[in-house]
Nanobody, 114 residues
Framework: QVQLVESGGGLVQAGGSLRLSCAAS????????MGWYRQAPGKQRELVAT???????NYADSVKGRFTISRDNAKNTVYLQMNSLKPEDTAVYYC????????WGQGTQVTVSS
């Protein structure tokens, strides 16, 4: 059974930093591309960043230069380091395995105050 568990969210002031983690189980993590997504209130879920099994990385334009995605295959975990946070980054953040697009975790809330 595929399971994704996000953690690390919280309340932070604008300009601050957070590091999100997503622990995956039930998949061969090392061969799976992974992604971080977010959904703000009243908005559709949007892609934030992706990392392939070969560590090819892509970012949404809105987070380039501020967020960094990484993975630790030994821990079956993907990370999202978020720096220079802005109020518009406020959202619930989710991770996803590319090969399992219908599987989502519970998400982790990130709130950035101005």
């Amino acid at each position: 059974q595929v399971q994704l568990v996000e953690s690390g969210g919280g309340l932070v002031q604008a300009g601050g930093s957070l590091r999100l983690s997503c622990a995956a189980s039930g998949i061969i993590f090392s061969i799976n591309g992974m992604g971080w997504y977010r959904q703000a209130p009243g908005k559709q879920r949007e892609l934030v960043a992706t990392i392939t099994s070969r560590r090819v990385i892509n970012y949404a334009d809105s987070v380039k230069g501020r967020f960094t995605i990484s993975r630790d295959n030994a821990k079956n975990t993907v990370y999202l380091q978020m720096n220079s946070l802005k109020p518009e980054d406020t959202a619930v953040y989710y991770c996803n395995a590319v090969a399992y697009p219908a599987i989502w975790g519970q998400g982790t809330q990130v709130t950035v105050s101005s």
